[in-house]
């Protein structure tokens, strides 16, 4: 029997503003924990909340963004429920009356695009959180992140399998960086996902039994624990078997999902329009004052990327994953032409010495990068050698004129020069030369490799080929 995947997701985007959504503590990461509460974000009676406009700027943005529909009035809900993280027993949050509704994005999955439907995009606060000590049967509770504000964006059960998931999160994670809404830190919690999953027979349109997978923090994560719940969702389906609704976690060292709690068909969060909080009116003069200060976004840069520099899909899709990747390149181009040559320098030399892949914070500027590019053009080096004094100024930040001239790496393009050497290597390897007359072609390599050797590498590298082949014919 065949079977059809459905996957939903819930991501939760921090929203990148400097003091949480109802009060005005900081929403700084790594701080002490509980240094950054007050009678607000910790619900003490008497306290009344006041709402941060930036996170509605930030909301309205996602829903321009998105191809959404921007609610003229929205209205915060108490979402009721008992956890030690979260001191006023309920979540502001939002309900039936949500600020974004109604949107997709389009995603490509091995040449194939979809759109993905996405049902609603809200404001909500943060809970805190659980420390748990393994040496001590006890667990602390840090309120510094409890208030922050949280952009919960949830996804039509449109996608149908786990790599449409992972290219799914990824646009949407583009999007929000894009945006400045959000600085996407999986590491920190900024940016987290739980995901739906259930399986169903091929042509059944009412959807199967779902389990839950929560607070997930990376691309692959999302992807792995998916990957393995449709397996394991199968055998079940395959032998007879009911699969279980459950909340699940991901452990990425067995490589398997763990049961967390069971779970009902809906909880009863017994919400309520909150009380203390007026509801949300926008005007159609502030969604506009929003709408023109959106940049160009991840799609729309790939397509001009393609057209105006010449690059393959794939480089222009590489290239635009992040704004700060995209800028560096076009500040590169602007200052060296070759948009092609600066697009394999910057993925494949640049990208894989920088940790992460996140060029934000590279010490070699955009100038720099094209200093180098342009001493290989020039002829004043030689690529292999440029691909040294990258990985040293990627170390110390230094330009690369200063390392040619400090450790003498300039080139030899003299001929008479190159040709004393040449003439030397033929006289010292007889039998490689009479082999190379007698028809074996490939030993050019060889004789080119002595070159370079002798000379350290700087050998301009096809005037080499050139005299070699002139001195080798005889």
């Known amino acids: 029997m065949d079977f059809e995947t459905v996957i939903g997701l ?3 985007a921090q929203v990148k503003t400097e003091s949480k959504i109802f009060c005005g503590c900081s929403t700084a990461f790594g701080s002490p924990p509980n240094t950054h509460t007050c009678p607000v974000c910790l619900g003490l009676p008497g306290v009344l909340p006041v709402l941060n406009k930036k996170v509605v700027d930030c909301a309205i943005k996602v829903g321009l963004a998105t191809n959404a529909q921007i609610r003229a009035t929205s209205q915060f809900a108490r979402k009721n429920y008992f956890y030690p993280d979260l001191p006023k027993g309920y979540q502001t949050s939002q309900f039936d009356k949500p600020i974004i509704e109604h949107g997709f994005i389009d995603i490509e999955t091995q040449g194939i695009s979809r759109r993905i439907g996405i049902t609603r995009i809200h404001m909500e606060e ?6 748990h000590d393994e040496r001590d049967p006890h667990s602390f509770v840090d309120l510094n992140r409890t208030g922050t504000p949280l952009l919960e964006i949830v996804s039509e ?4 399998s786990p790599q449409e998931a992972a290219a799914y999160l990824k646009k949407i994670h583009a999007i929000l960086r894009y945006l400045d809404v959000c600085d996407g830190n999986m590491q920190e919690g900024s940016f987290r996902c739980d995901a739906n999953i259930s399986l169903r027979p091929v042509g059944q349109q009412e959807l199967g039994t779902r389990t839950e997978l929560k607070n997930m923090n990376s691309f692959r994560n999302v992807q792995a624990a998916l990957e393995y719940e449709q397996r394991r969702q199968r055998d079940l389906l395959l032998e007879s078997e009911p699969v279980v609704q ?6 990425p060292d067995t490589g398997k999902t763990e049961s967390m709690r069971g779970k009902e068909d809906a909880h009863d969060y017994r919400y309520f329009p909150c009380p203390d909080l007026v509801p949300v009116t926008l005007t159609e003069q502030w969604i506009e004052q929003i709408r023109v200060t959106l ?3 991840p799609d729309d840069r790939r397509r001009r990327f393609i057209e105006v520099y010449g690059l393959s899909d794939y480089d ?3 290239l635009t994953e992040s704004r700060e990747r995209a800028d560096y390149f076009e500040a590169v181009v602007q200052r060296f032409r070759d948009a092609k040559k600066v697009a394999n320098w910057v993925l494949t030399e640049l990208l894989k010495e920088v940790k992460g892949g996140d060029i934000a914070d590279c010490q070699v500027t955009p100038e720099m ?6 001493l290989i053009e020039s002829g004043a080096i030689s690529g292999k050698i440029a691909k040294t004094i990258l990985s040293e100024m990627l170390v110390n930040g230094t330009d690369a004129a200063t390392i040619v001239k400090e450790k003498n790496l300039l080139q030899v393009s003299d001929e008479d020069e190159l040709r004393l050497v040449i003439r030397s290597i033929i006289q010292d390897n007889p039998q490689q030369v009479a082999e190379f007359r007698g028809g074996k072609q490939k030993l050019l390599g060889y004789f080119v490799g002595q070159v370079m050797q002798q000379t350290k590498g700087k050998a301009n590298p096809k005037l080499v080929n050139d005299l070699l082949t002139k001195e080798l014919a005889g």
């Open 10 to 12: 819930e991501i939760h």
């Open 126 to 131: 943060d809970a805190g959180k659980l420390i």
């Open 157 to 160: 059960p449109d996608i149908r």
């Open 246 to 251: 459950q909340t699940l976690l991901w452990n």
């Open 295 to 297: 940049p160009e976004l």
């Open 316 to 318: 222009a899709l590489l």
């Open 369 to 374: 990068l094209a200093e180098l590019l342009d």
